[in-house]
């Protein structure tokens, strides 16, 4: 069921009333959401809500036996154990197949060949799972009931594709008291508009028109075509994701939920490090939090570091997926980072410098070396996007060999409306954030019906620039 069709518009219809009509009853209003979440779940395939059931009890478990412990070594054995299932689930869902291929191949080692079918935000639940029990266990929140643990791990705004809520943000709104007049409605409509409009109307478009033909059979298309191929999909994964997300975080924001920010303009970043604090944030976090810190952090010297920066990103390449042009994907990010720190801690960070030629001397202003560092940051992350979007190592060099001795050929994919829908989608993330603040605030004085029948006129407006049928969302594989 995809946030933006009409299937899910009349599943929204009956859960929205329903929930705040029941708000004042506890009990009642967490079960309607438990069995509305588990209903949108069914959508895709009924028989992974007893995958969801089974790790809401296994962790519930773990989280009251890490409690009730006299025992140090009990509570340990308990968190374990919770980290395990999650672990365990994640593995044999999204990682049997290729390990199993990898020790047929490497080892000539045979395994049972099973015909497994993905969980749909398999990834994204089960990390959820795991920061309640290690929260837990470090004392930053308690131990909910376990109707409140359901609710939170299976809650339908965000359990397929994120983001990422930690229990702490999510357990008090839970227990706290809300109305619907005190909604933010504007706030929830504006973020559904643009995700729809960036999830319909640009993703969409560019992967039919230019970027699935680009990455598919590049060496059928010009150097041209294949720059807009990878132009065009950091424009898509960012406009899909984001979108969802915007949507996600709109739909709570309906239903009483505050879900934290996932993208703040990743495209505007000056270093590496400012993308992954801007990309997918929920996630950045979780892996600071609970991998890069637990590694060591930086606090054991410049090459444990470097070290830890490696394994934690390639871990967060190889949780989007099991091939190995994730796991590269990661270290390239992983390197991108060390280099970065390295070169702050040793002063050879950028520093102004004096240009001569033929006798004329200019030194870049702070401005231009910003406008620098970003374009620097943005053809590196692009880079990897080239990795991220190819299924081998091979694939990708074929892409990049393309990009380099294919300017004989000219171009068939990229057109004005192609080149329009980058270069738009790239300029709106420098808008000042003013402007949108501003357009907030007009929203909050608009009549709540000139409200809605604004947003069905955009509706329309989005169903008619948008392509026929919506596509699967890029994140959903993850």
């Not at 593995?91 to 047929?104: G, R």
Request: one cysteine or more; a positive charge.
């Amino acid at each position: 069921m995809l946030f933006p069709t009409f299937s899910f518009a009349a599943f929204f219809a009956v859960v929205l009333p329903v929930a705040w009509a029941l708000r004042r009853w506890p009990v009642p209003w967490k079960l309607f959401l438990l069995g509305a979440s588990y209903w949108f779940y069914a959508a895709w395939d009924a028989r992974f809500v007893l995958l969801l059931v089974g790790m809401t009890l296994g962790n519930a478990i773990a989280a009251a036996i890490n409690v009730r412990a006299n025992s140090e070594r009990v509570r340990k054995l308990a968190v374990a154990s919770g980290v395990t299932l999650s672990l365990g689930v994640l593995a044999f869902f999204k990682y049997y197949d290729f390990f199993t291929d990898s020790l047929d191949r490497n080892l000539g080692i045979s395994s049972p060949a099973l015909d497994i079918v993905l969980p749909v935000g398999v990834s994204f639940f089960t990390f959820q799972a795991i920061s309640y029990v290690v929260d837990v266990h470090r004392g930053r929140t308690e131990e909910a009931m376990l109707l409140d643990f359901a609710v939170y791990l299976s809650f339908f705004p965000q359990l397929v594709a994120g983001p990422i809520v930690r229990a702490t943000e999510f357990m008090p709104q839970l227990r706290s008291e809300a109305r619907p007049d005190r909604a933010e409605v504007a706030h929830a409509v504006r973020l559904i508009g643009r995700g729809m409009f960036k999830k319909v109307v640009i993703a969409d478009f560019l992967a039919r028109a230019v970027v699935k033909d680009a990455f598919e059979s590049p060496g059928e298309h010009g150097a041209l075509d294949i720059l807009a191929g990878i132009y065009g999909y950091a424009v898509q994964i960012y406009a899909d994701f984001s979108g969802y997300t915007d949507m996600a975080i709109g739909i709570a924001l309906l239903m009483g939920f505050r879900f934290p920010q996932n993208f703040d303009a990743p495209y505007v970043s000056d270093s590496i490090q400012d993308f992954w604090r801007r990309w997918h944030m929920t996630l950045s976090r979780w892996l600071r939090d609970y991998l890069y810190i637990p590694l060591g952090g930086n606090r054991r010297g410049r090459l444990a570091t470097y070290r830890n920066l490696l394994i934690t990103m390639a871990l967060g390449g190889l949780w989007h997926g099991a091939a190995g042009v994730f796991i590269v994907w990661g270290v390239y990010h992983g390197a991108g980072l060390a280099v970065e720190r390295w070169r702050s801690g040793t002063g050879h960070g950028p520093k102004p410098r004096e240009l001569a030629l033929l006798g004329w001397r200019w030194t870049p202003s702070d401005t231009t070396r910003l406008w620098v560092r970003r374009f620097w940051v943005f053809h590196f992350v692009c880079l990897g996007w080239v990795l991220f979007n190819s299924e081998t190592l091979g694939r990708a060099g074929d892409v990049l060999l393309r990009l380099f001795t294919g300017w004989g050929t000219g171009p068939e994919l990229l057109n004005p409306l192609v080149a329009l829908a980058i270069v738009a989608a790239l300029a709106a993330q420098f808008f000042p954030r003013s402007w949108t603040e501003k357009g907030l605030e007009a929203l909050e004085r608009t009549p709540l019906g000139l409200t809605a029948v604004g947003f069905s006129m955009w509706t329309m407006v989005v169903v008619a620039l948008g392509p026929e049928g919506v596509a699967d969302y890029i994140y959903f594989q993850f």
